[in-house]
């Protein structure tokens, strides 16, 4: 296969044979390694075959930028690294397919099956994409930033678009980066560059970074239209393949993140020993908001909604930003958008043994700084995207 050149972990979970490489960790994994993913165990959502570039070429990797911009530069890796401020940030990305699993079960979508552990973090090392383009200067009527990777595929370059506006705020925090958890990026990953969009969907976060184009519209790249957009849910496979006009309307694009948790602690059908157990058992998980919304609370039910139960919150990256800029895996944590919360965030209950024996599902749903919380119910779309009704895994019990 075209990416046989490239070693890869065994723990991680193909999701789509053995090309292209789709994978995710096992969820107790990647929820056991903590705030940040290893590059080896960070999920990995790939349209095609991997650039390769070897390590001699990564200072002279060249991107554009281009469109309407009063002087289109090209830049090289190394002017990016020399020449612009660098900043270090942790940004959690999600795949707009995670848990898409469950969606699949209740009707096939056009999509494969993510479980819950199609989300990662790392600290990303940097340029803001604001700085690119004030030094190429915006035009008038410029609106959207469109990005094209190195990856040829069956339509063409990977390619997507996002607002110019949001390219442009700082609280955002979008960045071109060249470094996770402190080392160069790994081939998987975007090696040696990529676009990194925090609190949207990881489909914006454009690998091997190739062009950046300035527009008044957004991007007519096939896998723009394509691709991460949840149609309305009346809209068939067949209605959906048989009228482009559904795929052509940008109002069904997806960009925020919903706002999602999974539990770890127990996993699905795992069975629970409860018979001479310590008294309470640590239910456990993540939870993330889009847009850079804080999680403000986790709620668990074992009645199916009746009631629920207020679960602990830890921001990790808190405690990072209190003890100043920190080394991780390498590489400095130097925040710089102290409002905004790009990470995910992790949760626990202590419930009694006695509750859980009773119960046969543990249900948990999280809701952000708007408001916006998880819905009881799922909204299945074709390309089965943004999934996010409240997590459920059932109790098998022994004895
Ligand atoms: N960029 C390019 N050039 N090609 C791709 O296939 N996949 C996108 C995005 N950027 C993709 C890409 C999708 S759908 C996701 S979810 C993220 O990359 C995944 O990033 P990761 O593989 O580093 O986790």
């Not at 309305?232 to 706002?259: C, F, G, H, K």
């Not at 919380?373 to 390309?383: A, F, G, H, K, N």
Request: glycine share 8%; aromatic share 10%.
């Amino acid at each position: 296969t075209p990416d046989s050149w490239l070693p890869r972990d065994s723990r991680l979970i193909r999701l789509t044979g053995v090309h292209p490489f789709n994978v995710e960790a096992p969820l107790s994994d990647l929820y056991n390694e903590g705030f940040l993913t290893s590059p080896e165990l960070f999920y990995v959502r790939n349209h095609g075959p991997v650039p390769q570039v070897r390590d001699e070429d990564i200072p002279d990797w060249e991107f554009t930028v281009e469109g309407l911009v009063e002087r289109p530069i090209t830049i090289k890796l190394k002017e990016l690294m020399s020449e612009y401020e660098q900043i270090t940030c942790p940004v959690t990305l999600v795949c707009a397919g995670n848990r898409r699993k469950e969606q699949n079960v209740v009707r096939k979508t056009k999509g494969f099956s993510w479980g819950a552990a199609g989300v990662s973090n790392a600290l990303w090392t940097g340029v803001a994409m604001g700085e690119v383009l004030k030094r190429a200067g915006l035009k008038r009527g410029a609106k959207y930033i469109c990005m094209e990777g190195a990856d040829k595929l069956p339509n063409g370059y990977y390619g997507t678009s996002v607002k110019l506006n949001w390219a442009l705020d700082p609280n955002r925090g979008m960045m071109l980066a060249y470094k996770q958890n402190g080392e160069m990026l790994r081939p998987d990953h975007g090696k040696p560059l990529r676009c990194i969009i925090p609190g949207q969907i990881g489909g914006r976060s454009v690998k091997w970074l190739k062009r950046l184009i300035v527009t008044a519209a957004p991007s007519d790249n096939w896998y723009h239209i394509y691709d991460n957009r949840v149609l309305p849910t009346t809209v068939s496979p067949e209605e959906s393949a048989n009228n482009q006009a559904w795929w052509m309307d940008e109002r069904y694009a997806i960009y925020d993140l919903s706002t999602n948790s999974a539990t770890a602690y127990p996993a699905h059908e795992e069975q629970l020993c409860l018979v001479g157990a310590p008294e309470t058992y640590k239910v456990q998980g993540y939870a993330y908001g889009g847009g850079g919304r804080r999680v403000t609370r986790v709620e668990i039910t074992l009645d199916k909604g009746k009631t629920w139960k207020l679960a602990n919150i830890d921001y990790p990256e808190d405690k990072y930003r209190d003890a100043g800029p920190v080394m991780l895996y390498g590489g400095k944590l130097d925040m710089e958008w102290r409002e905004s919360s790009f990470s995910w965030c992790f949760w626990n209950l202590n419930i009694a043994v006695d509750e859980l024996k009773d119960a046969s599902d543990i249900l948990v749903r999280a809701m952000d700084e708007s408001m916006n919380v998880q819905p009881r119910d799922m909204y299945w779309s074709v390309l089965g995207m943004m999934n996010n009704p409240w997590f459920r895994v059932t109790i098998a019990k022994e004895g």
